[in-house]
């Protein structure tokens, strides 16, 4: 299996965004702010249009706003833009094969 570059920058924006959403309440608007900044960027440089206009309309907000509960509403957007542009992956599930009870050996004591 090949590595997919694409799939390690979407994993990438994934963790930060997730890491935001759990630092909620212990960032600085201007911290906060650096770090959506910089996931614009990396969705700009790959061309993940809805991250970048998603984490524009979040650092604009907090210019505006400051903190407050809208934050989590576009980290959440910003979500699920990352997921959508991620590979479906095919769940394959794995069955133990038993024969059939006819075809299984019985013991006898």
Request: hydrophobic share 50%.
């Amino acid at each position: 299996m090949r590595h997919d570059p694409m799939l390690a920058i979407l994993a990438d924006l994934m963790r930060r965004v997730d890491g935001l959403a759990g630092q909620r309440g212990h960032l600085s608007v201007a911290r906060l702010h650096d770090e959506v900044d910089q996931i614009r960027h990396i969705a700009r440089a790959f061309h993940l249009d809805d991250v970048e206009g998603l984490a524009g309309t979040l650092e604009s907000a907090l210019s505006l706003h400051g903190l407050g509960p809208v934050v989590l509403s576009y980290l959440d957007l910003m979500r699920d833009a990352i997921a959508s542009d991620m590979p479906v992956a095919d769940i394959v599930p794995i069955i133990a094969h038993r024969p059939p009870a006819a075809a299984r050996p019985t013991l006898r004591a």
